[in-house]
């Protein structure tokens, strides 16, 4: 791989640098925040030599893999080492508040994982050579290079105030000092004494390790600074905006900020505690069987703040990394299994790439390149990380470390209060890895057939077009779950009417209750899906009028679904249809070359496999 012709492909195949309004790195992934998500030229982007997979939802997700380092370090040399401002809503695309939200998770508690990680598994490396007796733990070594660990987690509120800031873009320096002194050792002791402030006592609460706070403490101040720039006379601003800020900004934290945010901490671990107390091993099966959903979907960013919030209070988390030790492994099982069992020279390379780097906690390259592109092995993934998240649970085994479980990190669960903790997790890792290597060695077959042909088996049964418009490739749909063919092959169409009818003779099985989505069984037993929009169910059943109900035998040409296209688009839905077979297994799926948009022609042909 070229690393500067990737880098500049990737910004050109975004938009440009124009389009570019955030960008920061995981693991695995370049993640943009953009102006204009409709500029994102997907499958172009998809082809670029060195990238496994892209994903849209809140940002815009380029999937590098091992060498996301130099290919970021070179989009930013691309980019001259300056990104765009937000430059205030004109061009920006309007997201709903949970999207917003989920950005703002992101932003601020991501770029932190690379420090408390390092710092984790430090220390976890420390109690592994105390418990064998490789070191003293009383010897000045052990002690600061165990001082050294956990700095990280120490000074995590600057680190918070960091990241915060820089997301709300405001001053990271005022924002720093803000939150620091929270920290500083004579504002402890005179917290420990019983301090007040203008008559007003204060909660005596430790604010090192505390995560809320810092970010409450940081909005506010963001706030504040926006305030005074604006009021402040030009030639004072330099010194008098920063020193009302933090004259004003501290006080309200001591005061309120700090206490509600370490309350909002406390609920996080307690609300975790009460979980594992009542639901136990179940509780962390679950957690680990949809994982891989979670992961692809971008919902396992959720956890996070509770990961990094349960690390700061207990030192140990009990359930997310326990989970995701299961899931990890699972997706290593699988991936080597896929390996032995396929003859596709192409997928038997990634899976052992892929699998060696779920083996080692980073399970992207395993999620997009394999796991979610065959059915029968997100099966057997999820199945798996069930029973070995249930292991872990069962034991009840804890983390110490917030890094990726894999092989390499697997000292994070050494606990030097019980040595068990450790024997273990390495159980759960074998169980995992076994029961996904058989299960997804006996459920596992090859892809055999072309996925497109310009003429229809006539063994087949053929779908005619279920609605007016221009049939478009799966991948090109804006969704991830649905372009990745995860729930099924097929195919989406650009409408041009508001009327989905009948493709083929069949049974209705399902109409979704918001009327944008139905299931038809054909007479061959192929089950289709038809989603009538991207994120219509928001729409609450507004604009769609079903002619049909569950149950009902149709025809072929019958109406099925009535739905208001124009006032789809105007209230922001993506109004594509999409068709897919979600029972594929079965079948050999095979699309057809459109020629126009009118609804009589055969897009999809459906044979039983033999």
């Known amino acids: 791989m070229n690393v500067k012709e990737t880098a500049t492909a990737i910004v050109e195949l975004i938009g440009g640098k124009e389009n570019i309004a955030h960008l920061e790195h995981c693991s695995t992934r370049l993640r943009f925040t953009l102006k204009d998500n ?70 601020i508690f991501q770029p932190l994982i690379p420090a408390v990680a390092g710092g984790g598994v430090l220390k976890s490396l420390l109690l592994l050579a105390s418990v064998t007796g490789l070191m003293d733990n009383t010897s000045q070594t ?211 790439s892929a699998g060696i780097s779920a083996l080692f906690g980073i399970t992207e390259p395993a999620l997009y390149g394999v796991t979610i592109l065959h059915k029968r092995v997100l099966y057997g993934v999820m199945a798996s990380s069930l029973v070995g998240g249930a292991v872990a649970g069962l034991f009840a085994i804890k983390a110490f470390a917030l890094v990726g479980p ?64 221009q049939v478009v490739a799966l991948s090109e749909v804006n969704d991830e779950v649905f372009s990745s063919g995860m729930i099924g092959e097929g195919f989406g169409i650009i409408p041009t009417s508001g009327e989905l009818i009948a493709p083929e003779d069949g049974e209705i099985t399902m109409l979704f209750e918001t009327n944008h989505a139905i299931g038809l069984k054909t007479r061959n037993g192929a089950e289709l899906l038809f989603h009538i929009g991207l994120d219509t169910v928001q729409l609450e059943g507004k604009h769609f009028t079903p002619y049909v109900k569950a149950g009902d035998q149709v025809k072929q040409g019958q109406p099925l679904i009535q739905f208001d296209l124009d006032a789809i688009k105007a209230a922001g839905f993506d109004p594509i249809v999409i068709c897919v077979v979600t029972n594929q297994e079965n079948f050999t799926v095979k699309t057809i070359e459109s020629t126009d948009e009118q609804s009589d022609q055969g897009v999809l042909s459906i044979a039983p496999l033999v």
């Open 38 to 107: 409709s500029l994102v030229q997907k499958d172009a982007l998809e082809k670029v030599d060195g990238v496994i997979g892209v994903r849209q939802n809140v940002q815009c997700q380029v999937i590098i893999g091992n060498d996301v380092v130099e290919v970021y370090d070179e989009v930013m040399n691309v980019l001259g080492h300056e990104l765009t401002a937000d430059g205030g809503s004109e061009g920006k695309q309007k997201q709903s508040w949970g999207a917003v939200l989920l950005d703002f998770i992101i932003s």
């Open 142 to 352: 052990y002690q600061i290079l165990n001082l050294i660990g956990g700095a990280p987690l120490y000074f995590l509120p600057i680190l918070v105030a960091i990241t915060t800031a820089n997301k709300l873009k405001v001053n990271q320096l005022v924002a720093v000092s803000a939150v620091g002194a929270l920290i500083l050792p004579e504002l402890t002791t005179l917290l420990t004494d019983g301090a007040a402030f203008m008559g007003f006592g204060l909660q005596n609460i430790a604010y090192a390790s505390q995560v809320f706070p810092a970010i409450l403490t940081v909005l506010f101040y963001a706030q504040i600074e926006k305030l005074f720039t604006r009021i402040s006379p030009k030639p004072i601003r330099i010194f008098f905006v920063p020193m009302m800020s933090l004259v004003i900004t501290v006080p309200v934290a001591l005061l309120i900020l700090g206490p509600l945010g370490f309350e909002v901490g406390t609920i996080f671990s307690a609300a975790i505690i009460w979980l594992y107390a009542h639901l136990g091993w179940v509780a962390t099966g679950i957690l680990a069987a949809v994982l891989p959903l979670m992961v692809v979907t971008g919902m396992h960013k959720a956890m996070i703040p509770y990961a990094v919030s349960s690390m700061s209070e207990m030192g140990a988390e009990l359930l997310y990394l326990p989970a995701s030790l299961a899931h990890n492994i699972a997706e290593a099982g699988a991936c080597f299994a896929v390996s032995v069992r396929t003859k596709d020279q192409k997928l038997r390379s990634t899976a052992v």
């Open 406 to 469: 894999g092989l390499a990190s697997i000292t994070m669960f050494v606990d030097e209060a019980n040595p068990m903790n450790l024997v273990w997790a390495l159980v759960t890792l074998g169980v995992s890895f076994a029961v996904s290597f058989v299960l997804v060695l006996f459920l596992f077959k090859d892809k055999v057939v072309e996925n497109k042909t310009t003429v229809a088996d006539p063994k087949a049964e053929v779908l005619s077009k279920p609605v007016d418009g």
